[in-house]
C-alpha cells in the first residue's frame, strides 16, 4: 500500500503562480513512478504531468509544457508541482498518483495503483 497527501493548493490570480506537494509512505519511495492528474468540473480527469523512479525524466500534458514542473526529493518521499504562469482553464482539483507495477512512468492514468484525495486549485482572472 501506498498513502499519498497532497498539499499546497488554493486560490491564485491569473499569471500567480503555487506549489503542490504530495507526500508519500508505505513503499519505498524511490521505487515507483509518480504522475499529477487534475479534474475539472465537469470533465474527466486528465494527465498533468509524470516523473520517473529516479527523477532523471520527465513528461508533461502539452497544456501546461513550459509552465508546470514536476520533481521529487526521495530522500523526502515527496513528489512537487510547480505551476507558473497559471491560468484560469488551469482550476482543477489535482492529484497525485502512483504508479509501482511499471517501470517507466506514464500518461495513462489507469496505470497508476494508488491516488491522492486532491488540493483544490482555483486560478480567478
Known amino acids: 500500500q501506498v498513502q499519498l497527501v497532497e498539499s499546497g493548493g488554493g486560490l491564485v490570480q491569473a499569471g500567480g503562480s503555487l506549489r503542490l506537494s504530495c507526500a508519500a509512505s508505505g513503499r519505498t519511495f524511490r521505487n515507483y513512478a509518480m504522475g499529477w492528474f487534475r479534474q475539472a468540473p465537469g470533465k474527466e480527469r486528465e494527465f498533468v504531468a509524470a516523473?520517473?523512479?529516479?527523477?532523471?525524466?520527465?513528461d508533461y500534458a502539452v497544456a501546461v509544457k513550459g509552465r508546470f514542473t514536476i520533481r521529487r526529493d526521495n530522500a523526502k518521499n515527496t513528489v512537487y508541482l510547480q505551476m507558473n504562469s497559471l491560468r484560469p482553464e488551469d482550476t482543477a482539483v489535482y492529484y497525485c498518483?502512483?504508479?509501482?507495477?511499471?517501470?517507466?512512468?506514464?500518461?495513462?492514468?489507469?496505470?497508476?495503483?494508488?491516488w491522492g484525495q486532491g488540493t483544490q486549485v482555483t486560478v480567478s482572472s
Open positions: 516523473i520517473s523512479r529516479r527523477g532523471d525524466s520527465t
Open positions: 498518483a502512483a504508479d509501482v507495477s511499471s517501470s517507466l512512468y506514464s500518461s495513462d492514468s489507469a496505470k497508476y495503483d494508488f
